[in-house]
């Protein structure tokens, strides 16, 4: 879910606010959060000269940071700063780090060229007396720019990417989703309640038939969520015999 001040996240979610807040990384956000992956996204609107540190905290505190690679990224000095720290991370604590193309080639990104390269134009102007900062800056794109990622193109269709994205970050966080079998027990559990009192309303066979092929149908899909959590190997799946879900 969204971090709250109460729950800790597991995924940092770096990206430009101007380019994908409203469409791209919310979209993503949304995504993982249907998957039962607890996020950190940055809401506030306003910037400063420096990343507060309830950033670089956040950043720290993540298991996986995924960086959205948008037109218009490298403009931003957080957002370079947040590449920096999370690369850091990395390195110090095996953070995992998803790199997200979106719209960019990778390689502007790595080579800081087209609209990235326009970007550090500026930056060596503005930290003419800082230039280790711009180099840190460009080494920490190159790096993650390397990094196996995912492209998202106009010509390819965002829901499907986004979906993907979502589940390669399940799978690197070694997690296994099991909400969509708990919706279904829940709902088939109600059914049960309900045909057990029409069945004592109306005693006979095929109620009584009825009521139990639900409770046969429910145990089959706890059955098949235990499953899940197990991570069963193909080989082991004939062992389970005939509990797995129809």
């Given amino acids: 879910m969204a971090k709250s001040s109460e729950e800790k996240h597991e995924v940092f979610i770096c990206f430009r606010g101007e380019d994908t807040r409203n469409t791209f990384t919310s979209h993503l956000n949304a995504a993982l ?16 000269e420096e990343i507060p540190e309830r950033l670089l905290r956040a950043i720290k505190d993540a298991k996986l940071s995924v960086i959205v690679f948008s037109e218009n990224f490298a403009a ?38 087209g609209s990235y390269g326009d970007a550090f134009g500026k930056h060596e102007q503005r930290f003419e007396g800082e230039m280790n900062k711009v180099r840190k800056w460009r080494e ?77 149908r429910i145990t089959q899909l706890k059955m098949e969520r235990s499953i899940r959590l197990l991570r069963l190997t193909p080989d082991m799946l004939p062992y389970v015999g005939n509990f797995r879900s129809r």
Avoid at 33 to 48: A, F, P, S, V
Wanted: hydrophobic residues 35%; proline residues 2%.
């Fill in 33 to 48: 959060r249907r998957l039962e992956i607890r996020t950190y996204i940055d809401h506030d609107l306003r910037r400063g």
């Fill in 76 to 113: 931003s000095k957080w957002c370079l700063d947040e590449v920096v720290n999370i690369l850091e991370c990395k390195k110090r604590s095996n953070q995992i780090v998803v790199p997200v193309f979106y719209r960019v080639d990778p390689a502007v990104v790595r080579n800081q060229i």
């Fill in 140 to 216: 920490a794109l190159t790096e993650a720019a390397n990094h196996s990622g995912w492209g998202c193109s106009l010509n390819k269709v965002e829901y499907e990417i986004v979906e993907g994205i979502a589940k390669d970050v399940m799978e690197k966080l070694n997690h296994v989703y099991v909400g969509d079998l708990d919706e279904q027990i829940r709902k088939f559990e109600q059914l049960a309640e309900l045909q057990e009192q029409y069945y004592n309303a109306i005693t006979n066979v095929e109620n009584l038939q009825i009521y139990q092929s639900t409770l046969e």
